[in-house]
């Protein structure tokens, strides 16, 4: 993997800029995956669900737009923050589903401006390269799932067990072999891992639920810490 490649992208939508919730090692996870897809020739777009600003669909809207084959990042958000959540939705002996609810907290202080601004004004990515959904995925799913023909890496970020269930429910079929199944929320909020998890199980997926590393391929501390877990799909 090209590091200054990386560095470049990290330079233009990491912490600097605020434009991705995501810390360096994750934001690395999704170029890695996304290369690997492009140089084994994985078909499909790249879909992201729950985006924020934007930075780590930019990073893979960069991607598709160097390869040249005509490759979309997708990126589906409500882009007015976050809905409601349901009884599974907690993290361990915090209170983090009232924190992330509150309005002043940042999960909410955004709307598709800021994600044109980090793609097109930052990054510089042709419009062609990216294509917003914005919109509770319950709603944007039903109607947009079907013009994805093939996914070659699906990141869900989306925090709630209920629209990550959706988000597996609607897309993963589409995900070819191969290709990347990447989780942020696996190892922090609770609702997200159950509808994971419970997917796997009705699917009978034993694919190997591999947890993020580091950036320099050695292992986070513990599963809250290294959250980001992913599997590749047989
Ligand atoms: C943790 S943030 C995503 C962070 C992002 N991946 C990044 O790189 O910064 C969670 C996102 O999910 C979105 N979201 C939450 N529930 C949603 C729903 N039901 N439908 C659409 N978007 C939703 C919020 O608007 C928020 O942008």
New binding site residues.
């Given amino acids: 993997m090209k590091l200054t490649e990386f560095s470049e992208i990290w330079g233009v939508v990491g912490p600097q800029q605020n434009?991705?919730?995501?810390p360096e090692y994750r934001a690395y996870n999704a170029y890695k995956s996304l290369k690997i897809a492009i140089e084994k020739g994985i078909e499909g777009d790249v879909v992201?669900?729950?985006?924020?600003?934007?930075?780590?669909?930019a990073l893979f809207g960069r991607l598709c737009e160097d390869e040249g084959k005509g490759r979309v990042a997708w990126a589906?958000?409500?882009?007015?923050?976050?809905?409601e959540c349901n009884e599974h939705d907690m993290a361990e002996g915090e209170d983090a589903v009232r924190l992330a609810r509150e309005p002043g907290v940042q999960?909410?202080n955004?709307d598709l401006n800021d994600f044109n601004h980090t793609c097109f004004d930052l990054m510089k990515l042709k419009t062609s390269c990216v294509r917003a959904v914005p919109?509770?995925?319950?709603d944007?799913l039903p109607r947009y799932a079907p013009q994805i023909k093939a996914i070659s890496v699906l990141?869900v970020?989306?925090?709630?067990h209920?629209?990550t269930l959706d988000a597996f429910n609607y897309l993963y079929d589409k995900v070819s072999p191969g290709g990347y199944v990447i989780c942020?929320?696996f190892g922090y909020w609770k609702g997200a891992r159950k509808a994971i998890l419970d997917f796997r199980n009705a699917r009978g997926i034993e694919d190997p639920i591999i947890q993020t590393p580091n950036i320099d391929g050695s292992p986070l501390p513990d599963i809250k810490v290294g959250t980001e877990h992913y599997w590749i799909k047989s």
């Fill in positions: 434009r991705t919730k995501c992201e669900l729950g985006v924020w600003k934007g930075g780590i669909s589906f958000d409500s882009f007015q923050g976050m809905s999960l909410h955004f919109g509770w995925v319950n944007t990141r970020d989306l925090d709630w209920e629209p942020d929320d």
